[in-house]
């Protein structure tokens, strides 16, 4: 089908619920991708932060393709070998207990939150339910991980929202002092602000989250959804700020572009989630988590310094440029956002667009550059060069 003919069938079938650019994609290699009349887009979205290992790796598609033939589901009421396999890569690279997998994102991010709930109950009984969050979270887009979000652009329209979420600014270790009152039984952080705008948490605000967590048996919950999965330069974020989480939900880069999301729990939270209390139909899928463990394998330590490496040379190129727009580069790793001023960055990520290349936006005054882990040097330098040349355009 041609774009125009996909772009109808769309608008005429399918709810409209994104601010779509108008591209139609329809195949990738590497980290280029193109629409079906062949032009050529470098990818700087990974999707949104999900091919990890770029578009048309073999070993991930062998792997994939052998697990759908050879057993595409089975009921969690069985076990089967694949997310076994993966827990086990999981928790040995994380030094976490053990593994909830879910579907993606924000049921991730649900399950995590039952968690921190039930390990309250048990311990407290009932009373002591409330999770604090930060302004400028993002956590999802259920009615109870929208409530959890701390943006007030989320809360409309699906009233009542989930109760027992209060949200405070982030990097200010006063603030959430003072919120801290009986109730509260976990305080759930993003390392780096994804949706929010990029911005990274301070390594001594995280200490002392971290510090007051254990000081008043408050789980530490981190939101890795986006930053996990080699994104920031280490597997998890968490491993870059000198704190262990409670729990970590993941999902975005897990599997290399399959939905597929989950939780990992440290000793103390291992147990309680028990049988009964939390499941999910597809959750650990097959396929999936053969997948992912492809993922895991290709991310090893030589890979994610790369990540590093590739995020300096990003940084140092755009320093280098001579434009009045930007205002600075900020994140970790592959993560990387870049304030701009006096120009809207959903303008600049339109012509972006219309120029060759993909690239996102993120809060109100930020791109965002989310490329394959796995980006080559050359596709780095093609992208930037559309960057530059939109900014040199203005
Ligand atoms: C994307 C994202 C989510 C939601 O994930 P979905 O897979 O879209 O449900 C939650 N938290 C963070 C930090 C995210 O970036």
Known sequence: MTSNEIKQLDSQNVMQTYGRFDVV????????????????????TSGIGVNAIGYGNKKWGDAVYAQAMKLQHISNLYYSEPYAKLADVLTKRTGMKNVFFANAGADANEGMIKLARKYSFD???????????????????????????GQDVFHN???????GFKHVQANDIDALKKELTDDVCAVLIEFVQGEGGVIPLDPNYVKEVSQLCAANDLLLLADEVQTGVGRTGTLFAFQQYDVTPDVI????????GLPLGGFMANEKCSTVLIAGTHATTFGGNPVAAAGAVEVLNQLDDATLNEVI??????????????????AEIRGKGLMLGISVKDVVPREIAQACVENGLLVLTAGTDALRMLPPLTISYEELDKGLAILKAVFDNI
């Not at 329209?157 to 109760?163: A, L, Q, S």
């Not at 939900?249 to 290399?256: D, L």
């Not at 490496?309 to 930007?326: Q, V």
Request: avoid cysteine; hydrophobic fraction near 30%; proline fraction near 4%.
């Open 25 to 44: 994609i329809d195949r990738g290699v590497g980290s280029t991708v193109y629409s079906p009349e062949g032009k050529e887009y470098i990818d700087f």
């Open 123 to 149: 311990k407290h009984g009932k009373g002591k339910s409330t999770i604090i969050t930060l302004n400028q979270s993002f956590h999802g887009r259920t009615i109870t991980t929208l409530a959890a979000t």
């Open 157 to 163: 329209y699906f009233f009542p929202f989930t109760e």
């Open 249 to 256: 939900s993941f999902a975005k880069g897990i599997a290399g």
């Open 309 to 326: 490496k590739k995020s300096e040379y990003i940084r140092e190129k755009i320093h280098g440029w001579n434009t009045p727009y930007i």
